[in-house]
């Protein structure tokens, strides 16, 4: 399988946060559109099969990510 470089998962993952964020506040249809690319993209470049587990995956391979990360964890 192909890996995803890091700075691209960095960027895919604050695009996606982002705009859950502005989708909390006004959920237009052109902000839903564009989550569901980016989640497209995330599983893709994690060879994932839902968004939960590709954020969860791409965190796990930036720099600086710890085999006892948190990031399993829901807020």
């Known amino acids: 399988m192909l890996m995803a470089h890091s700075a691209m998962l960095r960027n895919l993952i604050d695009q996606y946060e982002a705009l859950a964020v502005l989708n909390a506040e006004r959920g237009t249809d052109e902000v839903r559109q564009r989550m569901d690319d980016l989640a497209y993209l995330l599983c893709?470049?994690?060879?994932?099969?839902?968004?939960?587990?590709?954020?969860?995956?791409?965190r796990h391979r930036l720099p600086g990510a710890r085999m006892e990360d948190d990031s399993l964890l829901t807020a």
């Open 44 to 58: 893709i470049s994690t060879g994932t099969a839902d968004v939960d587990s590709a954020l969860v995956a791409a």
